[in-house]
């Protein structure tokens, strides 16, 4: 369990605040890295304990997945992405904080899944496959629960909205950026399926 002091705007002028225990949960924190304003909340509580790159990198992988979905993103600048097109901050992301975990903002993501991601960056990125970063995702957020936010949240006071995302067992945008990309998957599917069968003979239709 978790210790966090929070406020509403009202607590917050008169310098009030209240608190309660909870538990961290994953898609709480991944829910909050899709908003700029309770990312950036999070970035100030871990900027201030030595782990800021994580919750960078989240919001970073975020970004890009709602780029890659056709939804608005206001997250750039909290991961430090300059403007560009997706293969461009992929690129950006991928240089900051994965190619090298020794870099001042590199983050601690496996050996394999590190390994892997730069040994298939260059497809990826062609591909602007920017699920391939889940994994990763995944890695930062469960450090971000247990030993990074979990430890230093109680030091802090956070708005009332950040405190009930936290604790929230379903990222209801994770939900709508993965289904759409479904759909796109399947829509290219569809394309290379309709694609395929004009250009094949007549002959060959007629066998199958």
Known sequence: MTKVFYQNKVQKKLGLKSSSDITLQRSGVIEACYDASMGAELLAVANKHLFGENIAFL???NHLLLRKAGMTSKLASLAGLDDGNIPTQMDQLFNTYVRDQWLSTGVNVSYGVRTRLIGTWSTIKARQAVRELLNARFEIVDIATSTGLNAHLDEHVVSKRLYK???TKDSPTDKEVMKRL???GLQLLQQLDQSTTRT???AVLATN
Do not use: A, H, W
Request: proline letters at 8%.
């Open 59 to 61: 919001c970073g992988v």
């Open 165 to 167: 995302t936290l604790k």
């Open 182 to 184: 479904d759909e796109q």
């Open 200 to 202: 094949r003979s007549p």
